[in-house]
C-alpha cells in the first residue's frame, strides 16, 4: 500500500513523523480518513484521537486537543494545540482540559467567542463520555 | 604596602569568587544543553506555522476583506514593543544588547512622533528601560517562577497583546529578543508580529498552485490561525531567549574564571616576594646588630 510522510507537531515538540499508510483526522467538519495522494487540503481540527496506520495493522492513537491539519503534495502536517500520545492521556488531564475549556466559556467577553468556547467545550466532554466508556 | 595577612585574605576572597562563577559557568552550560533541545523542538511547530500563513495571506491579496491581524489597523501612530529578557544577571551584554536595540528603536519612533508602548517579559530588561521610558512601559511580566517555559506562558502573553491589539491600544507590534546562533553569538533580533510579516523567500518557496481546499472556510482558518501565530511566535523568542541566555552567560562566566585565574597568579607573585623581602631585611638586621657587637 501507498504510504505518505505524516507529521504530528505540537508547539513544545515534533510527536511523530514518519511514513504512515492512512491516518484518521477529527477535523471540525467531521473525521476524515487522510491517505496517499488525498487532495491538498487546510482543516481546523477538533478535540479528538488521530488514528494513524503505519501498516501491518499497527494503529497509534493520539489525543490532539485542537489545531490545524495540512494535506500538501508532499504529506500530511497536522499542527496541534495540544497532543501527547493516548498512553499518557489519563482522566485526570482529560478532566484538567475540560476545566479549562470551561473556564474559557466563562471568562469569553463577546458572544461569538463564548460561543466557540461553548463548541469546544462541548467536544471535549463528548470525547470525555466516549472515552469513559 | 599591603601587609602579608591582607594579600593572604585577598588571595583567598578572589578564589572563593573563582569557584563561584566556576560553578555558574557549568550550571550554564547544563542548562543551555536543556534550553537549546527544547527551543529545536519548538522549531518545526513555528516552521510549519510559517509556511501555512505565508501560503494563506499570500492568496489573500484582496485587502478589504483581510482580518486585521495580516492587513494592519491601517494606521501607524501606536507602536507596542514587546521586549524580552532575562530575569537573571550575570549572562555578560545579553540583557543590555537587548535593551539597545529596543531603547533605539523607541527613541526613532518617538522622534518621529508616534506613541510608544513598551511590554516587558523578563525583569532585567524593566530595570534597564525603566530609567528612560519610566512613562512608557505599560507592564512587566515577570517569569521568574516558571523554571522550563512551556506554551502556555507564551499564550498567555500572547492573549494579552491580543486584548489589547482589540481594544484598538497599538498599531504595530514589535517583538524584541535574542536569537541563538551558538555559544558566543547571539544576535538582538527586532521581528514585527502585528501585522504578521512573512519575508519573500518562505512565500516564493510556498507558492505552489496547488489548488487547497478548506474546511470550514479560508477566512475562518485565517482568523483562527492568525492570533495562534501570535503565540507561536513569542514561544519562539522565549525559547530562543532561554538559550542565548544561558549561552551569554556560559561565556561571560568563563571569561570570569579566567580573569580570576590570572588574577591570583599576579597576588601570588606579589605575596611571595613580599615574604622574601621580609625574610631578607630580617636577616640584615640580624647580621648587623651582631656586627655591631
Known sequence: MATFTFELVSPERLLFSGEVESVVVPSSEGEMTVMAGHAPVMAVLKPGVVAVSEG?????????RGGFADVGPDGLTILAEVALPMEELDAETLAQHVRDAEEDVADAKTDQARQAAAERLSQLTELRDALVH | MPSLKDLRNRIASVKATQKITKAMQMVAAAKLRR??????????????????????????????GAPRLLAGTGRDETHLLIVCTAERGLCGAFNSSIARLARDKANALMAQ???VKILCVGKKGYDILRRQFRDQ?????????????????????GRKVLQMFDAGEFDVATLFYSKFKSVISQVPTAQQIIPAEFDGETKAATGLDAVYDYEPGEEEILAALLPRNVSVQIFRALLENGASEQGARMSAMDNATRNAGEMIKKQTLTYNRTRQAMITKELIEIISGAEAL
Not at chain 1, 501491518?56 to 490532539?64: I, M, N, Q, S
Not at chain 2, 501560503?55 to 484582496?62: G, K, Q
Open chain 1, 56 to 64: 501491518k495493522g499497527a494503529v497509534r492513537r493520539l489525543f490532539v
Open chain 2, 35 to 64: 534550553a537549546q533541545t527544547a527551543a529545536e523542538a519548538a522549531r518545526p511547530y513555528a516552521e510549519r506555522m510559517e509556511t501555512v500563513l505565508a501560503n494563506l495571506a499570500s492568496r489573500m491579496t484582496v485587502t478589504e
Open chain 2, 113 to 115: 512622533g508616534k506613541t
Open chain 2, 137 to 157: 512601559i505599560i507592564e512587566l511580566i515577570e517569569l521568574r517562577s516558571v523554571r522550563q517555559i512551556g506554551f502556555e506562558n507564551a499564550d498567555a502573553v
